[in-house]
């Protein structure tokens, strides 16, 4: 080869490698040098589980309930995740750390983020003995303390406290997600204590997304929550339960407060896509109009059909049972009886 060839084609071949890298670039960042972020708001039904790319670079928020190993495990594959650089676990109950353990086994995990507040059930037990068995350290949250996701970045907001006694969704780690000028906010299932010292500590926590906390429960999607983080959108991660979530005070809050809502129980899930200055959904908003419809639909009837047991009684109960306490496994009554458990005399649930 001629010497000039061989420049040549030296030449070319970095025109080339420019030119693709240039329409990678164009491709991924807009005018004001942004770049794509995507939120999915998983459906998983009655719990939580959000996975956020920006860049190339994922990150699980919650990991759904014990039954929903496949619906999470199967949608991270499918988005072709194989790492993660944050799996934050907001609090300890089994709606949000069900598939974690599955989650941990399959993917390469950089930070996981939990609350040092525990919960003695089977399913938390497994997934500190999952963390340790994979050698990673937990690191407990820090408010205020920001992280970098690919081109966005989040900051902690909770939890402020560890004396909010036994309601495990006070102690939720709540966090506020940037990308350009997007900003979308998580709460966990922190209720109003907590959501009151979230808006004493000083962070910005105003956003255009909120996702309305523990599954649009009253408690946590309160009007003077709503007037601080002034979203235009409100996502609810809800399922068929028998808690009436979402509440109607949430639903006609929303309505009055003219905030574009959207539900993974009407829409499966759910994708937010903010180029840095815009914010576009992949579903269509929920009709508020429509009034308030909950998503009670197997709800305290005696036809219903998901019953709770916990990991040391030998009865099963309905949602909202006072011998339930935190550690409550979703089954069904036929599992149940099979299991050998009894149906709760105070709660009375189908038998
Ligand atoms: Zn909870
Ligand atoms: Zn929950």
Redesign the pocket.
Known sequence: MKKHTKVYLVVSLLLLLFASGFTLSIHHTDAAGYTKMKVHYIDTG???SILIESNKHYMLI?AGDVDDVDTVVGYLKKQKVKTLDYLIL??P?A??IGAASSVIDIFIIKKIIMPSKTNNTKVYETLLDTIAKNNLKITKPKVGKSYTLGKASFTLLAPNSYEYGSNL?NYSISLRLVNGKNSFLFV??CETEALSDIQKNKQTIASDVLLCG??GSKTSTTATLLKAVSPTYAVISVGKNSYGHPSSTTLSLLKKKKITTYRTDENGTIIATSTGTKITFSAKPTDLSKGTSTNTSDDNSSKSNVVYITDTGKKYHKAGCRYLKSSKTKTTVEKAKKAGYEPCKVCKPAS
């Open positions: 009655e719990s939580d919650d907001t609090h109950h709606d949000h969704n966990g299932d523990h599954h």
